[in-house]
């Protein structure tokens, strides 16, 4: 026994004398705080790819609130959401919270929060880290102006097309006004088009720019001399009763045509002539706008070019309520709605709108004035200079008709009047009423060059139009062929407003 006890207190004497083992122990104690080191780096790498992924999806986020001005908070804040969840899928690295969301006025605050696992800081108690990032946008608004250039020819009465184009054409001016009516930096124009274009705004319209003399080319072209000189259609409306000159001019004469040149009083073919239908023989149910007694015999051409009929005492039969109207006026529709900031004005202008028939579509015309109402120049001089830094122009044109010359090809005037008067007086070039219309869709394509030229932005719309002609210039003439719709059906054109006044609300934000 004592012997034992002898032989366990040596080996005792050997294992405390030993240091060979102290190493080991004392190595492997110092790697616990290198292997907590090592997986920290590792976690603390797996965070910031958490933290720039939810960047990412927060700027996503923050890019779509910020254009999409026609939201009301809880929209935008669903919007938001949706652009998060689309840019950090469930499936990415990290459990994400919900986004946070406010707006103050022009600040729109966003937060998110991702908790990460985390692999070996769990040894140290540390299961997980939380990240978290912040955005805040300030929406800062440009200029904008746009003009809204619509068919209002007699076409768009079938198929409910006026209806549909004024619900269009209403949230357009909903989603760029939003609950503004009067806002500082934004103004809309509506350009009705037949075949003449009123310009006898409420407010804006000077008689300095109307060639009340008849100095013009082409005016009073369609009558007698009067004393050896052309009567002014001023003068004729005077003579006629229950007749007033409504607003609506003719094309000015080539170059001007599709030109933005000032109206001058000392050049007679940059002022702008009074549209005037002539009344047509009486004698023949092939004309189409027949008011007044003709008080003489004779010929077709005798017959409308004589001055006797348009006297005080001839007060025939007017009707200037659309969409078939006889008179003068025939087929001259409301006025033009110039640059303005008021919502309910634009809007009221739209719900006006009506079809007007007879004489057919010049897209040409309605173009030119969409350009001159933006235009910082007269006639309009609302608008601000093209090259203003701090306003953006747009330009939207919606037809639903090839550019036409009608209906009267059976008669001594090849056409109905037009704002380039009769086809047979060849203002284009020809008589053939067809040959005409292909020269407007020529002059169609020089007024986009024209108007692009200025820094103009042109959305275009063929509106159930099946002309590849027609088409082909449309897409020519838009900023770009992403701008050009195709003969959007009744049901997409709302769509199609409503991505041209995102795409407009766009153009005004920064952040």
Known sequence: MFRRI?????????????????????????????????????????????????????DAAGLAVGGAMELNEQELEELAQHFFNANYPESELGVVGDLSFSIVEDRISLSASAD????????????????????????????????LVLDNTGSMASNSKIGTLRNSATDLIEILFGDDPNPEQLHASVVPFVTGVNIMADSGFSMDWIDVDAQAEHHGENFNLENGARISHLELFDR??????????????APYDVLDTPPSAGNPDTLFVPYFWPDEPGSSSRYNN????????????????????????????????????????????????????????????????????????????????????????????????????DTAKALILLTDGVNTMCCQSDTHNDSDYTAYGYANMERLGTDNPWDAADV????????????????????TITFQVSDPDLA??????????????????????????RAIGRDLSNLRISG
């Open 116 to 147: 990460v696992p985390t692999t070996i800081m769990g040894l140290a108690g540390i299961d997980v880290v939380k990240v978290a990032v912040s955005n805040e946008i300030t929406r800062e608004t440009t200029g904008l102006e746009v003009a």
């Open 440 to 459: 407007v869709d020529e002059r169609v394509a020089e007024l986009c060059e024209n108007i692009k030229a200025e820094g103009i932005r042109l959305y």
């Open 240 to 253: 006629i009763p229950n007749a007033t000159w409504k607003g609506c001019v003719e094309m000015r004469a």
């Open 472 to 497: 082909a210039i449309f897409e020519n003439c838009a900023t770009s062929p992403e701008l050009y719709f195709d003969s959007p059906s009744n049901s997409d054109l709302q769509g199609v407003f």
């Open 290 to 389: 027949r008011y007044l007694s003709d008080q003489i015999t004779g010929d077709y051409i005798t017959r409308q070019m004589s001055l006797n009929k348009y006297n005080l005492s001839n007060s025939g039969s007017i009707d200037e309520n659309p969409s078939s109207t006889r008179g003068p006026n025939m087929s001259c529709p409301d006025a033009l709605v110039p640059l303005t900031n008021d919502r309910d004005a634009l809007l009221d202008a739209i719900s006006d709108m009506e079809p007007w028939y007879n004489s057919g579509t010049n897209i040409a015309h309605g173009l030119s004035w969409g350009w001159r109402v933006l235009s910082p120049g007269a006639p309009f001089t609302e608008g601000v200079a093209y090259d203003d830094p």
């Open 6 to 58: 002898q032989q366990f207190k040596s080996h005792v004497r050997k294992f405390c004398s030993n240091t060979a083992g102290a190493t080991a122990v004392i190595f492997g104690l110092s790697l616990i705080p290198v292997v907590i080191s090592t997986g920290a780096a590792i976690d603390l790498s797996r965070s910031l790819v958490v933290r720039a992924r939810l960047s990412q999806a927060l």
